[in-house]
């Protein structure tokens, strides 16, 4: 069972297990692993007095805003059910960036073909149609799990950034289905969802002002408390540590668990930087309150996005708000799916909030979001090949988390399925501690030429562990 903290109790480091959780403010160490029942962390006083003092500040950049368009009818279903093809076009809508397709039943794929063209807001020329991700119900969160259960989820599509546009035309048609057979139906409830990120956020560097002059919302002081074993509170980033120091922290928390062997040789790699939240400039008003925890990472899942390659690294930030703003507002998670993400210059930044040293349950791979990790590499690699800095990237991160839990990037374990296409519900199923999102459900992500790397990530990570 995952933990829920309440937003009333900010949890800056949680090193002690019990059968109800204890929860201890420690400015130096990271926390490995949270009890598995549900429970509400008291407020560890570093996050008390940054609740206390916390404000609206007054100069913000702009929050950003999703439209959500109907589709129509392009042609006529002589059944009496959904028409075989539906669409949009609007030659002016308010400006934005990304965009994906939703409907009523999460449960439901969409058999079928969806492809878009966007007028350019500076020219306002078309551009050509493009394919958009239509089979996305590989993410989400696991079977049976509150998130999935709420009664609100939707199915979607993938988003595709498009950048800053102002006009649309979309059209989604359905399977032509087998000779003889009966056509595929679109799902119900068909709707266009246009995504603006919002304006940058305002420069900062590892340390912001004091919790005093933060001048942040409940919601921001929670997400930023959760770090402060890791940064200053407020920070716009997690600064990368060397080895001895990354291999001190992990000594000083986890001493006297550890064997003889382990402490004259911990397994960690060195911790790489880390944009957080505040830094690429999440608006912790659209998640739901609290952080969900599962009890502990045995595996990291690599995905892409999907979402195209069309997006300079300045543009990351903006890419990310996009995502998160489709995922919260437009499918109806509770926040983003994925608990990091990796541009195409190596950035890594935090997704899911909740600390990024704790295992925090994310919805990434349908049926495997338990006692796993899931890394979005933005950008989409079926035929477009990764960076060599984005996969040392995922070599650098997974070094660090996985080593905080004892995993070994070249190694194996046993995750069991919550349900999917691959595994049924309770089955043990052994895999790579890196895995790809295809290893754990039938789907092409994290692509091909993207998966063909997970090997060299593998061995780098490992390397860089001192394996």
């Given amino acids: 069972m995952p933990k829920i903290m309440g937003m009333h109790g900010f949890l800056t480091s949680s090193i002690g297990v019990s059968?109800?959780?204890?929860?201890?403010?420690?400015?130096?160490?990271?926390?490995?692993?949270?009890p598995?029942?549900?429970?509400?962390?008291?407020?560890?006083?570093?996050?008390?007095?940054?609740?206390?003092?916390?404000?609206?500040?007054?100069?913000?950049?702009?929050?950003?805003?999703?439209?959500?368009?109907?589709?129509?009818?392009?042609?006529?279903d002589r059944d009496g059910g959904a028409a075989p093809e539906q669409g949009l076009h609007r030659e002016r809508v308010r400006r934005f960036?990304?965009?994906?397709?939703?409907?009523?039943?999460?449960?439901?794929?969409?058999?079928?073909?969806?492809?878009?063209?966007?007028?350019?807001?500076?020219?306002?020329?078309?551009?050509?149609?493009?394919?958009?991700?239509?089979?996305?119900?590989?993410?989400?969160?696991?079977?049976?799990?509150?998130?999935?259960?709420?009664?609100?989820?939707?199915?979607?599509?993938?988003p595709l950034w498009v950048g800053d546009s102002g006009g649309v035309?979309?059209?989604?048609?359905?399977?032509?289905?087998?000779?003889?057979?009966?056509?595929?139906?679109?799902?119900?409830?068909?709707?266009?969802?246009?995504?603006?990120?919002?304006?940058?956020p305002p420069p900062g560097g590892p340390a912001a002002d004091p919790p005093s002059n933060a001048g942040l919302s409940e919601a921001e002081a929670a997400a930023s408390a959760?770090?402060?074993?890791?940064?200053?509170?407020?920070?716009?980033?997690?600064?990368?540590?060397g080895r001895a120091d990354t291999e001190m922290q992990l000594l000083a928390l986890r001493g006297d668990q550890l064997t003889e062997a382990q402490r004259s040789k911990p397994y960690i790699g060195p911790r790489p930087r880390i944009v957080t939240r505040r830094g690429w400039g999440a608006d912790e008003s659209l998640r739901e309150k609290g952080f969900v925890y599962t009890q502990k990472i045995k595996a990291a899942f690599v995905h892409?996005?999907?979402?195209?390659?069309?997006?300079?690294?300045?543009?990351?930030?903006?890419?990310i708000r996009s995502i998160y703003r489709y995922h919260v507002r437009s499918l109806r998670w509770r926040d983003i799916?994925?608990?990091?993400?990796?541009?195409?210059?190596?950035?890594?930044?935090?997704?899911?909030?909740?600390?990024?040293?704790?295992?925090?349950?994310?919805?990434?791979?349908?049926?495997?979001?338990?006692?796993?990790?899931?890394?979005?590499?933005?950008?989409?690699?079926?035929?477009?090949?990764?960076?060599?800095?984005?996969?040392?990237?995922?070599?650098?991160?997974?070094?660090?988390?996985?080593?905080l839990?004892?995993?070994?990037?070249?190694?194996?374990t046993y995750l069991k399925s919550g349900g999917g296409n691959l595994y049924p519900k309770g089955k043990n199923v052994r895999l790579n501690v890196i895995s790809g999102h295809r290893d754990g459900y039938a789907t092409d992500c994290p692509g091909k030429r993207l998966y063909a790397k997970l090997g060299t990530a593998r061995s780098t990570a490992a390397r860089y562990q001192g394996r």
């Fill in 304 to 319: 892409h996005t999907a979402s195209g390659n069309n997006y300079s690294c300045s543009q990351a930030s903006s890419v």
């Fill in 226 to 241: 959760v770090n402060t074993d890791l940064a200053p509170f407020a920070a716009t980033e997690i600064p990368a540590l």
């Fill in 97 to 158: 960036s990304l965009l994906g397709v939703v409907w009523n039943d999460p449960g439901t794929e969409l058999h079928g073909r969806v492809q878009v063209r966007t007028r350019a807001a500076g020219t306002g020329r078309w551009s050509g149609w493009q394919d958009v991700e239509a089979h996305d119900a590989d993410h989400g969160a696991d079977p049976g799990t509150a998130e999935r259960a709420s009664g609100q989820v939707r199915g979607g599509t993938a």
């Fill in 405 to 412: 839990y004892g995993g070994n990037p070249r190694g194996k």
């Fill in 19 to 34: 059968s109800v959780g204890v929860t201890c403010a420690a400015a130096l160490t990271l926390p490995l692993a949270t």
């Fill in 36 to 76: 598995a029942a549900a429970a509400e962390a008291r407020p560890a006083p570093t996050a008390q007095r940054a609740a206390a003092t916390a404000t609206r500040t007054p100069e913000r950049a702009a929050p950003g805003g999703t439209q959500s368009l109907p589709l129509v009818p392009l042609t006529r």
């Fill in 337 to 403: 799916g994925y608990n990091f993400l990796i541009d195409k210059c190596g950035t890594i930044y935090e997704g899911r909030a909740g600390g990024v040293s704790k295992a925090v349950r994310g919805a990434h791979t349908l049926g495997f979001n338990e006692s796993s990790m899931g890394i979005a590499v933005i950008g989409t690699y079926g035929s477009g090949k990764p960076s060599s800095a984005a996969v040392k990237a995922i070599a650098g991160l997974t070094a660090w988390k996985l080593g």
């Fill in 169 to 200: 035309d979309v059209r989604v048609r359905a399977d032509a289905g087998r000779a003889g057979g009966v056509r595929p139906r679109l799902p119900s409830g068909l709707r266009l969802e246009l995504v603006a990120p919002g304006d940058e």
